[in-house]
């Protein structure tokens, strides 16, 4: 049984957070009447969602001593909780 795709079910999927799903149905809604510039918005949106974040910049970045640091603590908190 096919799916059938209206913006009221592309935005409850928006809504649930259901990004990729509610992109899909959008972009064929779109297809459909690329006029409708409210689905190119939702296209839009959903575009910025789903496309990975660029890295911070001027983030400082933690020396090898301070990352060995950290580590070594997990480590440490690992093995306690495996004592217990």
């Keep these: 049984m096919g799916q059938i795709i209206t913006k009221t079910l592309a935005e409850v999927y928006l809504k ?5 799903e509610a992109y ?7 297809e459909k009447d690329p006029s409708d510039m409210e689905i190119q918005d939702r296209l839009k949106e959903l575009a910025e969602k789903l496309s990975p974040s660029p890295p911070a910049i001027n983030q400082p970045v933690a020396s090898t001593d301070e990352t060995i640091h950290v580590l070594k603590k997990w480590l440490d908190n690992i093995r306690e909780r495996r004592r217990e």
């Design 24 to 30: 899909e149905m959008f972009r064929v809604l779109s």
């Design 16 to 20: 649930q957070g259901h990004f990729q």
